[in-house]
């Protein structure tokens, strides 16, 4: 989950103003605090572009969350089924190694085993 920045720190995330104390903030009805209306119509413009890029990025993050949890399930499947054919060759094997083993040696006195050629 993300963290939200408090809204009285949106002025200073858009540049828009300073740093204000509790102390130095001005108050609702002080007729000495007036805010040119192109300079809030700016500031609106700004926010409103800062909320749709943040929007947009939301939407782009869940969408690739949900690609890569598709992309993750069906790895994880392939991986089940490799785990399962390992688990079945490696009983095959032990089983062919059993049978080896109880057949001895062939009738015509040669081994029954193959053997690798000479390491040079």
């Known amino acids: 989950m993300s963290k939200l ?10 540049g828009l103003a300073a740093p204000l104390g509790a102390a130095d903030a001005p108050k609702a009805d002080d007729p000495s605090v007036s805010v040119p209306p192109n300079q809030t119509d700016d500031a609106q413009d700004k926010l409103a572009t ?10 782009e993050n869940a969408q690739l969350k949900a690609t890569i949890d598709g ?3 069906g790895l994880r ?15 095959e094997n032990a089983a ?3 049978r080896l083993a ?11 085993v193959p053997t690798r050629p000479a390491q040079p």
């Not at 920045?5 to 858009?14: A, D, G, K, S």
């Not at 392939?78 to 390992?86: E, G, K």
């Open 77 to 91: 499947a392939q991986l089940r089924q490799a785990l399962d054919q390992i688990t079945e060759l490696s009983m």
């Open 71 to 73: 992309q993750v399930s």
């Open 5 to 14: 920045l408090p809204l009285t720190l949106l002025p200073l995330v858009l």
């Open 96 to 98: 062919l190694r059993t």
């Open 50 to 59: 800062a909320l749709r890029s943040y929007y947009l990025l939301q939407q």
């Open 102 to 112: 109880l057949a001895g040696p062939s009738p015509s006195g040669q081994l029954a």
